[in-house]
């Protein structure tokens, strides 16, 4: 990720995106790409957007509705992003596929 901080106005905007997906095979290129997108765009609003304010008086979130949430925008999201995926090496669906449910439980247990 390649990121642009300005200092002076303490603001942070995403340059560049690189990013490995692992999805199984992809069965429509053109929506996991549209997928991918999404993540990404989710993640920079994660990092970048989101922020839970408490009560000082009695430690309830007082940002607790979307209406004290901002969303990114098309102007928000890097023109770059480069989403790959990686190959299955093996898998028990007939044509390879994977839910993306699975995909973060598959991401954390694979190589151990």
Known sequence: M???VDSDLGTVRVMQVVSVFDVGRVMNP??????AYSGI??????????QTIYDKRNGAIVTDSLADYLLPVNADVPTSMSPSWILPISTS???GQESRRNHHHRSCTRHR
């Open 2 to 4: 390649k990121v642009r």
């Open 30 to 35: 053109k929506t996991a790409k549209s997928q």
């Open 41 to 50: 765009t989710q993640g920079i609003g994660m990092a970048l957007m989101e």
């Open 93 to 95: 669906a007939r044509w």
